[in-house]
């Protein structure tokens, strides 16, 4: 329980929250499906909703939900069907939108949510989840200020899922921290780009109080506040509504407020304050009726398995065995595992490598490095995993330094040449035979008779001053491991 002032106060938070999916075409008709382009340049006599045009529903769309559903923990219903929720908008132009309101395609789902500082050991709520339903999107009015207001259909029609979580998140972080969740999930399994600035991944936040006021409980009618498309928009309007609705009730003209009382809110970030669009007292009637034009999904059982088989190990999943089998940190695994990109891509490496560890080290300090650098991604690069493996594997062997591999490293960037071929054309291969680099120890010792002897007065660093000298009179060839050992010996003697 929280406390302001004499009450006492638990917050209570619902998400919904709308994913656009990555399938090839629209959800009821072939239009192409991406963002942008010419306005209303794609679309056709189904997605502009002219009389006649009859729905159907893409394979693809209906696979990428069972898919989102099985990452999410959900069962997967055989039956379900479509239905029409009735609204008015300017950019709904069949005057209803197609969904899922009385059998979605899955339900009873759950994701644990990791509520640690980053880098820090995981600390897991688990989030319920009610149902997912599949959902068609709008068109898009576009407003030219002072001018005219347009409409883009180019988004109507595209494939939606709405997943509907119970009211189990009790601060406004952890609000944050479900959507951060769901999106890295979604990605990672591939039905969603997750590209938030461009609305795949939209969270409206239903959010109440439960006060304790003198031993009598109260609820604070429920705010809805739409359309999110951040982390931080849905923390700072959830920690803003709760002060607002903290506050309303303690003032002195706080309404009377009836059951059924529910706020529509938006969240203004500029002014950092949620804005009432609308209240109502009765749940609105969307007139939801069967589909006519749409058969009901009756999917088998050996269907819904083929699909989810093809779900992939998920990223809680990943970051435990890597963990396990590639003895990485926290840290490294958190990194590695943001996208599945990377962590296939590091897997690869640490395969074929005699150390992971060094793998991952390389792939997270030079390789990010670079991409980040020049804004571009693993598909970029001009060598593959299993160059970084034999990078690592020749340093691990002391056939070169971690000096030398920098260099080594650059060329590959440049010109994605193998290790191999890079160390034999700039003669960087070290010498490893013994009979050279005992001839070069001797020399140094006759050399440097003096540093000999403090050595032997106990002045045990001149051991790695002479190893240097030994590796500056090689050219920077003797091999290192090999030299170390040949100092030692001699000294010992
Ligand atoms: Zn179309």
Known sequence: ???????????????????????????????????????????????????GALPRVSKEYVEF??????????????????????????????????????TPLCEEGEVEINLAAQNEEPKFKKVRIERIHLEEDVGKSLHIEGSHSYIDFNRSGVPLIEIVSKPDMSTPDEAARYMQTIREILKFVGVTDGNMEEGALRCDANINLKIIDNGVEFRTPISEIKNMNSFKAV?????????????????????????????????????????????????????FMPEPDLRALELSDEFIKRVSDSVGELPEAKRLRFKKE????????????????????????????????????????????????????????????????????????????????????????????????????????QVSDSSFIEKIVEEVFAENTEAVQDWKNGKTNVAGWLMGQVMKKSGGKANPKQAAELVNKRLAQ
């Open 1 to 51: 329980m929280l406390k302001h002032g004499n009450l006492e106060y638990e917050i209570i938070i619902g998400c919904e929250i709308h994913c656009q999916l990555l399938t090839k075409t629209k959800a009821f008709c072939s239009c192409e499906n991406r963002y942008g382009g010419i306005p209303n340049t794609r679309v056709c006599p189904s997605c502009l909703g002219l009389p």
């Open 65 to 102: 939900g069972i898919k989102a559903g099985c990452a999410l923990g959900c069962r997967i219903n055989n039956f379900s069907k479509f239905d029409r929720k009735h609204y008015f908008y300017p950019d709904l132009v069949k005057g209803y939108q197609i969904t899922q309101f009385y």
């Open 235 to 287: 923390k700072d309007a959830c920690t803003y509504e709760v002060s607002r609705q903290l506050e309303e009730y303690t003032s002195e003209n706080r309404i009377a407020f009836k059951s059924g009382f529910k706020r529509t809110m938006g969240w203004d970030e500029p002014s950092g304050q949620t804005v009432i669009q609308r209240t109502k007292t009765i749940a609105e009637d969307y007139r």
């Open 326 to 429: 590639y003895h990485l940190s926290e840290f490294d695994v958190q990194t590695l595992t943001s996208e599945r990109e990377l962590a296939e891509w590091f897997e690869e490496a640490a395969k074929k490598s005699s150390s992971p560890k060094k793998c991952a080290n390389w792939i997270l300090a030079e390789v990010l490095a670079v991409l980040n650098e020049t804004n571009s991604s693993l598909s970029d690069l001009k060598f593959g995993p299993c160059a970084i493996a034999e990078l690592v594997n020749v340093i691990e062997e002391g056939k070169i330094t971690s000096k030398q591999a920098k260099d080594v490293f650059a060329e590959m960037i440049a010109l994605g040449k193998k290790p191999s071929a890079i160390i034999a054309e700039k003669g960087m291969e």
